[in-house]
């Protein structure tokens, strides 16, 4: 069996004695999504969440964590970052300002730590799973871990 290669969200968590777990999956197809990375992990689809990054009018990028079945309410976005307008960083810019690519951006380990927000439903999952910043890496964490890795807050965010 072939060494696991540790990501930098990994490595972050080791480092701080976070525990996780971490699930791989293959795909070479550029629409694999999250209900397909639960099924293929055995995971419940409600616990896999996407990692959004937005920018404000102010140019100030913020990190929202929202369940995959759900689309991300900039109006609410906006009002949980203390700004008047958000929209989405254009996926191209994704690389540049976070350090990770659309389909392994992780909220924990990015190039700088922006302001993070987690949909406040999803509190009572308990745990949820993210990307572990790269594609057919996931992690799954309790949600009180990933609030104190990322320093984020609970919020009402999606539509």
């Known amino acids: 069996m072939a060494k696991q290669t540790k990501t930098n969200a990994m490595r972050i ?5 976070v525990e996780y777990a971490s699930f791989h999956y293959f795909t070479d197809d550029e629409n694999t999504d ?11 689809i409600n616990l896999v969440h996407k990692t959004l990054v937005a920018r404000s009018s102010k140019n100030e990028l913020y990190v ?4 995959i079945n759900h689309e991300l309410d900039l109006k609410k976005a906006a009002q949980a970052a ?30 700088k730590q922006y302001a993070t927000f987690l949909e406040i439903s999803s509190e009572l999952l ?21 609030l104190s890795t990322v320093n984020g807050q609970l919020k009402d965010l999606i539509k």
């Open 64 to 67: 929202f964590v929202i369940p």
């Open 126 to 146: 308990g745990k949820v799973i993210v990307s572990g910043g790269k594609k057919g890496q996931i992690i799954e964490i309790e949600i009180h871990n990933l």
């Open 82 to 111: 203390g700004e008047k307008k958000m929209e989405m960083l254009p996926h191209k810019d994704l690389l540049k300002y976070t350090g990770y690519i659309k389909g392994g951006c992780s909220p924990i380990g990015m190039k």
């Open 13 to 17: 968590l080791d480092r701080n004695k």
């Open 34 to 44: 999250g209900t397909l990375v639960a099924r293929m992990n055995e995971r419940d």
